[in-house]
Every structure is written in structure tokens, then in C-alpha cells.
């Protein structure tokens, strides 16, 4: 029995070795597969198109396009560190633009809750029109007011990896503070790995029809297969969600489940531009420590506050 038992995980582990060699194969065939044939998932006229679109979006054949691409980086990194390096600085760019960018949302909920707190207690007004050119929109003093919920959401969303560069992230360091530089960035490695990146791609392939299943009827699921969802492309229509929590209330709730997606894509990038900062600081020793890092700072004489907001 044992012997059977033996030889029954040993066929499982060489058949998922087999099944993992084939999908990494198969996804630089999907890449150029995708390339060469954009009219087969961009063209939305077409619902087979667009339906195509949707199931890629959160596939395991897009998971394997993705370690394709990153294994390609990784192997001409690690080869060619200055190109590596050059990674880093531009997905950490990636972060901290968008997040200084995002910020502004939080100074434009201070100003609209003002702004609606003193028309609606005050003046009593029911509306607020918005036209600085002529042209604008109106909606109600409720919508604006609701409209903050999805504000925060911009700032927490989009400013996570940017928090994830300056520091500004809760941590535990009950052993990593006080441990050697090249044991954390070996913690830092095998946290952004093992734990950072899995979640995210996790997240993003159920979020991505999370999303769909409010923008599209009828309803799809990530445990469609393919063949299953193109026989809906005959009956499929556009049904963006639309619906508030209040009457005349914010009505883009969908818009929230778009930003999910952005969360995700941040966060994936982040967790590539650590690891290999951890990678090449591991390698390049304790002076390598925070090389090309653009951190904000409160000025001279601030830097015991700095990370801490």
C-alpha cells in the first residue's frame, strides 16, 4: 500500500512538473498569438470578441502569458543587473506617480463636503451644477455627498503602492527588525513571492468577473469555460450597473469595481519591483540599501517623522 501510494504522488508530481512546462510553453504562443490577431479580442462590436476578451481577462492562459513575460525579465535581470535596476526604478515610478496623483482626492473631499454641508444645512439647496466652461453637469446635493465614498476609494486604492515605497505600511517587525540585511531582504524576497503576488493574481482572476457580471448580462463566471461562454455572445448586452444606495444618489457604483482592478494591477507591479530590489540588494550587499529609492520628505529636520504617516 505504501508502495502504491509512493508511486501515485510521484505520477502527480511529475504530471503537474509536465502541465506546468506545457502552459509556460503555450503562453508565448498566446502572446503571439494575441499580437498578431487583436480584431479576435478587441473588436467589441463583435460579442464573440468581446466575450473572448472577458475570459482571457481572468484565465489561467493569462496567468501563464504573465510568468512568461516576467521569467523573460528575470532571467535578462538577473543576467544584466543595471537592467534590473532600470525595472525597478520604473515600476516604482509607476507607484509613486499614480499615488502622488491619487492624493489630490483626498484635499477634493475635504473641499466637497464643505462645499455640501454649507448647501444643504445652510442654504438649503437641492443641486449643485458643475459647468466652468459652459458645459457641465448637474446632480443632486445627495449624489455629490455619496460621491465621497468612491473618492476614498480612489485614495485607498491607488495609494497603496505608493505607501508600499515611502514605508508608510503597517508592519510586524517582531523578527525582522532585528535580524542581519541580507536575512530581510531573503524575508523580503520570500514574503513578496510566496505570499504578495499569489493573493493579488488570486484576487484579480475572480475580481475581473466580479466586475463583468455587472457590466454584461447574461451573468459570467470564472468557472466558465470558454466554449460555454461564447454560446451567450448571441444573447449577451451591455447592463452597466447603475443603481444607488439612496435616490438620487451616486449611481457609479460600478466604478468601484473597476478601481478593484487597478488596486490589483498596482499591487502585482509592486510586488515585482520588490523582489527584485530585495534580489539585487541581497546580491549587492548592506551599501545597495534603499539605491534609487524616491522617498518624499518633510524637509531638513523632519526625518524622524518620515514613514510615519
Not at 102 to 111: D, H, I, N, R, S
Amino acid at each position: 500500500m505504501e508502495e502504491q501510494a509512493g508511486t501515485s504522488f510521484l505520477g502527480l508530481v511529475v504530471d503537474a512538473v509536465v502541465s506546468l512546462v506545457v502552459n509556460l510553453g503555450l503562453g508565448f504562443w498566446h502572446i503571439i498569438y494575441a499580437l498578431t490577431h487583436p480584431g479576435l479580442w478587441l473588436d467589441w462590436s463583435d460579442k464573440e470578441s468581446l466575450l473572448r476578451f472577458v475570459y482571457y481577462g481572468g484565465s489561467k492562459e493569462l496567468l501563464f502569458v504573465f510568468l512568461d513575460v516576467v521569467i523573460v525579465l528575470s532571467v535578462i535581470g538577473f543576467v544584466h543587473r543595471p537592467f534590473l535596476w532600470a525595472l525597478v526604478r520604473g515600476l516604482e515610478k509607476i507607484a509613486n506617480t499614480t499615488g502622488r496623483v491619487a492624493a489630490w482626492f483626498g484635499l477634493l473631499m475635504v473641499l466637497q463636503q464643505i462645499i455640501v454641508v454649507f448647501l444643504q444645512s445652510i442654504f438649503r439647496q437641492g443641486e449643485i451644477s458643475i459647468s466652468p466652461f459652459g458645459g457641465g453637469f448637474t446632480e443632486s446635493v445627495g449624489w455629490f455627498s455619496e460621491s465621497l465614498k468612491f473618492e476614498n476609494a480612489l485614495v485607498v486604492a491607488l495609494c497603496v503602492s505608493y505607501a508600499f515605497v515611502q514605508g508608510s505600511h503597517v508592519r510586524v517587525d517582531l523578527i525582522y527588525a532585528g535580524v542581519k540585511h541580507r536575512t530581510k531582504r531573503a524575508i523580503d524576497m520570500f514574503g513578496s513571492l510566496f505570499f504578495m503576488m499569489p493573493v493579488a493574481l488570486l484576487t484579480w482572476m475572480y475580481a475581473w468577473f466580479f466586475l463583468w457580471r455587472h457590466l454584461i448580462t447574461p451573468k459570467v463566471s470564472a468557472s466558465d469555460a470558454l466554449d460555454r461562454m461564447l454560446m451567450k455572445a448571441r444573447i449577451v448586452k451591455w447592463n452597466v450597473e447603475t443603481v444607488s444606495f439612496s435616490a438620487n444618489g451616486f449611481n457609479g457604483y460600478f466604478l468601484f469595481k473597476i478601481l478593484m482592478l487597478c488596486f490589483l494591477s498596482l499591487v502585482i507591479l509592486q510586488a515585482l519591483a520588490f523582489f527584485y530590489r530585495s534580489f539585487l540588494e541581497f546580491v549587492e550587499g548592506e551599501e545597495s540599501a534603499g539605491k534609487y529609492l524616491d522617498k518624499d520628505t518633510l524637509g531638513e529636520g523632519e526625518e524622524t517623522f518620515e514613514g510615519t504617516y
